[in-house]
């Protein structure tokens, strides 16, 4: 797909029709996260592919926003193992796994399957119930499957601000 086709294309399924992705399409969503840059290539990233019943359950334990997925991701990052800023004020963790996720959920688009990124859970309480380490933060969710019949972009979806709302020159 045309990548300008991908990012107009993605939009966050809200519905799924539960049949189940496939293993080429689940690697190849992953390898555009492992390629995805970080700060100092320290590729603090660990991603939980989730497709059991049990770890499942245990999503949906965690939150409402599932919406029938077959697979789930959860994005996490090595929290001791991350670039600190000058001032140390921040760190990279954040902001190197949002790379890696926005590079799977396009990836997810182009290999033809849908997505949903969740973050309305307690981050903490799903690491324990997962079992994570715990040197080890999850960012986000990863809903992964195919949409539902019927299912697609929210309305508000559509609506974005102009350029000139967003962007200024200095």
Same mark, same amino acid.
């Given at each position: *797909? #045309?990548? @300008?086709?991908? =990012?107009?294309?993605?939009?966050?399924?809200?519905?799924?029709?539960?049949?189940?992705?496939? +293993?080429?399409? =689940? @690697?190849?969503?992953? #390898?555009?996260?492992?390629?995805?840059?970080?700060?100092?290539?320290?590729? #603090?990233?660990?991603?939980?592919?989730?497709? %059991?019943?049990?770890?499942?359950?245990?999503?949906?334990?965690?939150?409402?926003?599932?919406?029938?997925?077959?697979?789930?991701?959860?994005?996490?990052?090595?929290?001791?193992?991350?670039?600190?800023?000058?001032?140390?004020?921040? +760190? %990279?963790?954040?902001? +190197?796994?949002? =790379?890696?996720?926005?590079?799977?959920?396009?990836?997810?688009? @182009? #290999?033809?399957?849908?997505?949903?990124?969740?973050?309305?859970?307690?981050?903490?309480?799903?690491? %324990?119930?997962?079992?994570?380490?715990? @040197?080890?933060?999850?960012? *986000?969710? *990863?809903?992964?499957?195919?949409?539902?019949?019927?299912?697609?972009?929210?309305?508000?979806?559509?609506?974005?601000? +102009?350029?000139?709302?967003?962007?200024?020159?200095?």
């Amino acid at each position: *797909m #045309e990548f @300008n086709d991908v =990012i107009k294309n993605r939009y966050s399924c809200k519905k799924y029709s539960g049949k189940m992705v496939e +293993d080429d399409k =689940i @690697n190849a969503i992953l #390898e555009a996260g492992r390629l995805a840059p970080t700060a100092k290539n320290l590729q #603090e990233q660990h991603i939980y592919v989730v497709k %059991s019943e049990d770890a499942l359950a245990k999503i949906d334990a965690n939150t409402p926003c599932r919406f029938g997925a077959p697979v789930v991701l959860v994005v996490a990052f090595d929290k001791t193992d991350v670039f600190t800023y000058p001032g140390g004020k921040r +760190d %990279s963790g954040v902001e +190197d796994a949002t =790379i890696v996720a926005t590079h799977m959920l396009l990836a997810a688009t @182009n #290999e033809g399957v849908d997505s949903c990124w969740l973050n309305y859970f307690d981050p903490d309480k799903l690491a %324990s119930d997962l079992g994570l380490p715990e @040197n080890e933060e999850i960012l *986000m969710v *990863m809903d992964l499957g195919y949409a539902a019949e019927g299912a697609g972009p929210l309305e508000k979806h559509f609506k974005r601000k +102009d350029l000139s709302e967003t962007v200024s020159y200095i």
